[in-house]
């Protein structure tokens, strides 16, 4: 084993605690879970998108993205949807609540992080940046655990 795994284990760890559901402040995303607020933010990235289709992006059962989506519904995030093209599928579309709190959380963690990063120099954050691409890439690859 590569003798700094460990290390990048705990500091993945480490990131995880400090944008997970603990979030910013105490606080992730308001009124939603973390899981909640990744399947409104799968949904904001790409219109219309099926249950099944945000559940795989999230490596959930359709049953389990089932749920996630009846609490977004239930919140007045989201509202469930006939595909025009399928009207066999039930597609998952962002209300203007959904829309506005998925544009203003990323504004708020976007800033968050432009703020720990500033002192760096541009090249600096480019490599921090393709790290981080590489290791997202590889987990998507190797699946979840």
Not at 58 to 64: P, V
Not at 74 to 101: F, H, I, M, Q, W
């Amino acid at each position: 084993m590569n003798k700094y795994i460990p290390d990048i284990y705990n500091l993945i760890q480490e990131l995880s605690w400090r944008f997970g559901s603990r979030g910013l402040d105490g606080e992730c995303c308001g009124d939603l879970s973390l899981v909640e607020y990744m399947a409104l933010k799968i949904a904001w990235e790409s219109e219309e998108l099926s249950i099944q289709e945000i559940g795989s992006a999230l490596n959930f059962t359709k049953s389990g993205a089932s749920r996630i989506i009846d609490r977004l519904e239930n919140k007045g995030y989201a509202v469930r949807k006939r595909s025009p093209v399928d009207g066999r599928v039930c597609c998952v579309v962002l209300t203007a609540k959904g829309t506005e709190t998925v544009t203003k959380i990323m504004k708020r963690n976007t800033a968050y992080v432009e703020e720990m990063l500033k002192d760096l120099k541009p090249e600096v954050v480019k490599n921090v940046k393709s790290a981080l691409e590489i290791l997202v890439n590889s987990v998507r690859r190797q699946g979840f655990i």
